[in-house]
């Protein structure tokens, strides 16, 4: 006697030939592989987030249809923002400094009861060193070591690592060149890295970021994403925030109410249906910090000043009021260089989120500084969508 279970299904012989009963086999057969199947394809492809802050790549990756296993990252607060927005237990607190790393993040992906398909991270390059082609494996370097260390350790069908410009550059390009070589032993096919600017992909915002990106060789390769718009076409600061009220005489709660419907596309777009206005509470200035500002006209910056005044700050971005008709300057973690286009003040985390590309929806948790801090670390999600989609196309078979 055969005892056979398939799908459930327990088929019995009694040591005979039988049609109906390899008819009935097969037939079981076929069911069971086309269930396997469309599970399969109605599966979105896993990723995980190393140092995700508090989700900018993430954000991004999902509208892009990547479903999220869990980010990670040691800052407690951008964990909080993380969990408010993609669920609880989304984001796992992990030192990637930590000699344990490794198995913490196989032992978590291992709970998820799925495989992982893509890598992504945004590790920090501050105290990067490299003496040395082999010096690469400074301890110094153990951040992004980490993420060589996942990629080899899961095989994911593709990575990606942002970083700032600069990191191109460091040690006369040979920390690039040294990071691509390693995934290249790894199996990966890496595409030229690239500095995207997240205007040309509809961002209204100047913001250069490297991108390296690599897929597993025996599954394709990398394109970087056609930019969507150009000079003529960047979506503006005005596009982007003029229907958010002034905090003129006021300044906010962190959830409102909007005043007025939408004025712009981008707007539209970006107020995703959020029933409240998040986190657009004003700071407040000194009377002299406001009587310099109001001195700045729209574009210019502290060389527009006259002699005497605003004196204490004279870098480049130092006063430097936005355009209402182009991108902003790169949102950066709170340092109140930068203010509004109109109104005499620096943009509320809402206005920079906006300018970062975080939908309303998108709430950030924390302090005024911690809220700040992580909208200026953000990759902005939108570019990250437009890379999440490239890649997509480079994994889908
Ligand atoms: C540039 S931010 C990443 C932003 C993120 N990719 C996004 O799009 O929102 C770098 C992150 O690395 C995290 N980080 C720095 N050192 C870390 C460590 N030793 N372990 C885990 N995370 C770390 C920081 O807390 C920060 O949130």
Same mark, same amino acid.
């Given at each position: 006697m055969i005892d056979r279970h398939i799908g459930g299904k327990f088929l019995l012989t009694m040591g005979r030939s039988d049609d109906s009963l390899s008819h009935n086999y097969v037939f079981y057969l076929i069911k069971i592989l086309k269930v396997t199947v469309k599970q399969k394809k109605s599966q979105k492809p896993t990723f995980i987030d190393m140092f995700c802050g508090c989700g900018g790549i993430t954000a991004g990756l999902q509208d892009a249809g990547f479903e999220l296993l869990f980010g990670i990252d040691h800052d407690i607060p951008s964990l909080k923002t993380y969990e408010h927005n993609f669920g609880a237990g989304k984001g796992a607190s992990i030192d990637l400094f930590n000699k344990n790393y490794l198995k913490e993040i196989e032992k978590r992906v291992h709970q998820t009861g799925r495989s992982l398909d893509v890598v992504v991270a945004g590790p920090p390059c501050q105290g990067f060193s490299l003496t040395g082609p082999r010096n690469f494996d400074d301890p110094r370097n153990q951040l992004y070591l980490s993420v060589f260390g996942v990629v080899k350790k899961f095989k994911p069908k593709a990575f990606l690592i942002e970083n700032v410009k600069g990191m191109r550059a460091l040690y006369g390009g040979a920390v690039v060149e040294e990071i691509v070589s390693r995934f290249k032993k790894l199996g990966y096919n890496v595409s030229p890295p690239r500095v995207l600017t997240a205007a040309d992909y509809g961002v209204p915002q100047i913001r250069e970021r490297l991108f390296i990106v690599g897929v597993r060789d025996d599954i394709g390769e990398f394109n970087f994403p056609m930019p969507t718009h150009n000079s003529l076409t960047y979506v503006s600061c005005e596009d982007a925030i003029g229907d958010l009220p002034s905090r003129e005489g006021e300044f906010g709660i962190e959830v409102d109410e909007y005043q007025? !419907? !939408?004025?712009s596309d981008y707007q539209e777009y970006i107020r995703n249906d959020s029933k409240k206005l998040f986190n657009h509470v004003a700071t407040k200035h000194t009377e002299l910090v406001k009587s310099v500002i109001k001195l700045v006209p729209e574009g210019k910056n502290h060389k527009s000043l006259p002699p005497g005044v605003g004196e204490s700050r004279k870098f480049n971005e130092a006063w430097t009021r936005y355009h209402s008709k182009k991108p902003s300057k790169t949102i950066d973690t709170g340092h109140r260089n930068h203010f509004h286009y109109k109104w005499h003040r620096v943009p509320t985390v809402r206005e920079n989120a906006r300018l970062q !590309?975080?939908?309303?929806t998108f709430e950030f948790i924390g302090t005024r500084t911690q809220q700040n801090k992580q909208v200026g670390n953000a990759v902005p999600p939108l570019l990250a969508y437009c890379l999440g989609k490239q890649i997509k196309k480079s994994i889908k078979n």
């Open positions: 007025g !419907s !939408s004025q !590309s975080f939908k309303d």
